[in-house]
């Protein structure tokens, strides 16, 4: 039904990453997460490196890999402003597996030119990444055509 749906938009500074009517989203924010369905009261909070999870068409479910940001709820409408953004069937694994080692290295041999945090940062990233492509996977049986 219309009334239980809400319009949810992920919206980088490249562009929309994606804008559909779902009946459910599940949003990583700073301390944990938040499932939203419609109706939900209004909010503005701060988004964590995560997989946002939606459920659309009865159903069907899929994932979004987003980077930190905002997101905005109000009059059934979710709006999702990350720094970045992939769908999951679009990440690529061994291109974030790369990206997850170099980190872990570069954490542990502490070079004197390199920002920790920035580190810690990309390795957040890449392992959110891996678990966004990981729970894609898990939930369509490795991927669609």
Do not use: F
Not at 2 to 28: C, F, K, W
């Amino acid at each position: 039904m219309a009334e239980d749906r809400i319009h949810l938009q992920i919206v980088t500074m490249g562009g929309t990453v994606l804008d559909r009517m779902v009946s459910y989203v599940n949003i990583p924010l700073e301390n944990g997460s938040i499932g939203v369905l419609a109706n939900h009261m209004p909010l503005l909070a701060a988004v964590a490196d995560g997989s946002v999870k939606y459920r659309y068409e009865d159903d069907k479910e899929d994932y979004v890999c987003v980077g930190i940001g905002l997101v905005e709820i109000a009059n059934n409408e979710v709006r999702i402003l990350p720094r970045t953004a992939e769908p999951a069937d679009k990440i690529d694994i061994i291109r974030a597996e790369s990206a997850r080692t170099r980190a872990k290295e570069r954490l542990q041999k502490h070079y004197q030119d390199t920002d920790p945090e920035r580190i810690k940062e990309s390795l957040r990233r890449a392992e959110a990444r891996l678990r966004t492509r990981r729970l894609y996977e898990e939930h369509t049986g490795g991927g669609r055509a």
